[in-house]
């Protein structure tokens, strides 16, 4: 397919006047040459939706069926699609009647008129479907199948959908090309993708780098400072400095993330008395007062929540210049995801954890409890074990800085070391770095033979 004929898609369908990112376009690009299977791992809002619905559009005499796990998901899009005058129809157990008669009397004619035809996976799982998909493959009617929110397949994902698993079955014996789309995903997510979704014909991969070179990491042990809350201070208003004449919806801001809700009241507590203002967010505040909470703090009202990590759903604002883990993360991957709440404007922004060890022994009893409660419950005992696994992950992070801090993520994403120059303390002034911990070992071994 031509360049200008992409471009004119674009345009005239989608009433974009560019890409999004040069990533959306080459996979674009290669989506319409229909030569491979294709994944495309990229954050959410980058606009994954048109990688599959631009070339549906284009490869106009087949049908692209589109895999998805939730109505509310399907709706919108074929609300938004049928606004852009692109033929969209979803085949789920709320379709009615007549609305599927006509549907299917479409799909089955010569030249069917659907474009995009969105599935739920418990409806892909049903005889009807399957009869109708194997028609359609047997015509050679079906351009592309894709299977949006792909993560679903794998039980190392936060939502694990089963019947994402059998969508694996569909593809054998059928040479349609197959295109996975999920946010970025961690290296055992990914390989679960390739592996359940039968990802064979060559398959091409299109995935944004992790790396956030406007995010500087680094980390300060709590019982090596005279007053942590002043250091903090010192750390927030650093961070905040320099905007004191832009409006203030969009006034730099911040979020301590704490363990508990009492940790959150007292950090919280202790930031006012030192002038910052800050209010405190946790699960047991009244539904009304954590609303008005965060919006509050989103509108710019005051510039730092004290939060546990309920706090962060569905919260997008651009101006976050730091991210304070005021205790252990819980893993790599709740690390990167709310450490990656700053900066999202792409200007310098901070993340730093002042780690504890006797909050992190906390935890660690927490967790071996929740293994202990498991006995006989094989599935949780796995998730129970994992969880341990990769808390450990963060204790030897913060506990034995040996590597450039971005190297946890690239890790676990499974990607290259990290192109960091200055980015993080330890490439900043690694021998500082090192000296640091090793102060922090002689700590505590003091601290433990004097106790
Ligand atoms: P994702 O599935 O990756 O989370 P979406 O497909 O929902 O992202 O797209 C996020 C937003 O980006 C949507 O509002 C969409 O209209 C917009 N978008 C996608 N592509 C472009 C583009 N080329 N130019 C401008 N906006 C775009
Ligand atoms: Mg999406
Ligand atoms: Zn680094």
């Known amino acids: 397919m031509e360049e200008q004929e992409i471009l004119k898609g674009l345009k005239e369908t989608f009433k974009f006047d560019s890409f999004k990112s040069n990533l959306q376009q080459s996979a674009i690009q290669e989506i319409c040459r229909r030569k491979n299977d294709v994944l495309v791992s990229m954050p959410t809002g980058s606009g994954k939706s048109l990688?599959?619905?631009?070339?549906?559009?284009?490869?106009?005499?087949?049908?692209?069926?589109?895999?998805?796990?939730?109505?509310?998901?399907?709706?919108?899009?074929?609300?938004?699609?049928?606004?852009?005058?692109?033929?969209?129809?979803?085949?789920?157990?709320?379709?009615?009647?007549?609305?599927?008669?006509?549907?299917?009397?479409?799909?089955?004619?010569?030249?069917?008129?659907t474009r995009l035809l969105y599935i739920t996976p418990e409806q892909a799982a049903t005889h009807t479907f399957k009869s109708l998909f194997d028609n359609l493959v047997k015509f050679d009617k079906v351009a592309y199948i894709v299977v949006d929110e792909a993560h679903c397949v794998s039980q190392w994902g936060h939502d694990f959908r089963p019947d994402y698993l059998k969508l694996g079955e569909l593809r054998t014996n059928c040479t349609v090309p197959c295109i996975a789309l999920t946010a970025t995903a961690g290296a055992d997510v990914t390989k679960d993708i390739i592996h359940n979704l039968r990802l064979t014909n060559s398959l091409k991969v299109f995935k944004t780098s992790c790396f956030r070179s406007n995010l500087f990491y680094d980390l300060f042990y709590e019982n090596m400072l005279?007053?942590?809350?002043?250091?903090?201070?010192?750390?927030?208003?650093?961070?905040?400095?320099?905007?004191?004449?832009?409006?203030?919806?969009?006034?730099?801001?911040?979020?301590?993330?704490?363990?508990?809700?009492?940790?959150?009241?007292?950090?919280?507590?202790?930031?006012?008395?030192?002038?910052?203002?800050?209010?405190?967010?946790?699960?047991?505040?009244?539904?009304?007062?954590?609303?008005?909470?965060?919006?509050?703090?989103?509108?710019?009202?005051?510039?730092?929540?004290?939060?546990?990590?309920?706090?962060?759903?569905g919260v997008d604002k651009a101006t976050v210049r730091f991210v304070v883990h005021w205790s252990v993360p819980k893993d790599p991957a709740s690390f990167y995801q709310e450490s990656g709440r700053a900066g999202r404007d792409g200007k310098p922004s901070r993340c730093r954890i002042y780690y504890s060890r006797s909050d992190s022994r906390a935890i660690e009893f927490h967790l071996s409890h929740d293994l202990a409660k498991t006995k006989d419950k094989e599935s949780k005992r796995i998730k129970a074990e994992t969880a341990i696994k990769s808390f450990k992950k963060m204790v030897e992070y913060c506990e034995n800085a040996n590597a450039c801090r971005h190297k946890l993520f690239t890790d676990h994403f499974g990607e290259p070391p990290p192109p960091c120059v200055d980015n993080c303390d330890f490439c900043k002034d690694k021998k500082a770095v090192q000296k640091m911990v090793e102060e922090f070992h002689m700590k505590c071994i003091e601290y433990s033979s004097s106790a």
């Open 226 to 313: 005279e007053n942590s809350y002043l250091h903090l201070k010192h750390f927030i208003n650093e961070c905040l400095a320099g905007d004191e004449d832009v409006k203030k919806e969009d006034k730099g801001c911040g979020i301590v993330y704490c363990r508990t809700r009492e940790q959150t009241e007292a950090v919280s507590y202790k930031l006012n008395c030192l002038g910052v203002k800050s209010r405190c967010y946790h699960a047991g505040l009244k539904n009304k007062e954590r609303l008005e909470c965060q919006e509050e703090w989103q509108k710019g009202e005051y510039p730092v929540i004290c939060a546990t990590i309920s706090f962060g759903m």
């Open 51 to 113: 990688c599959y619905q631009l070339p549906a559009v284009l490869h106009s005499d087949q049908i692209t069926i589109v895999f998805s796990p939730l109505l509310a998901l399907i709706k919108d899009q074929i609300d938004h699609l049928q606004a852009l005058r692109v033929r969209a129809a979803s085949l789920n157990s709320k379709t009615l009647k007549a609305e599927r008669e006509t549907l299917i009397a479409d799909l089955k004619s010569k030249k069917p008129l």
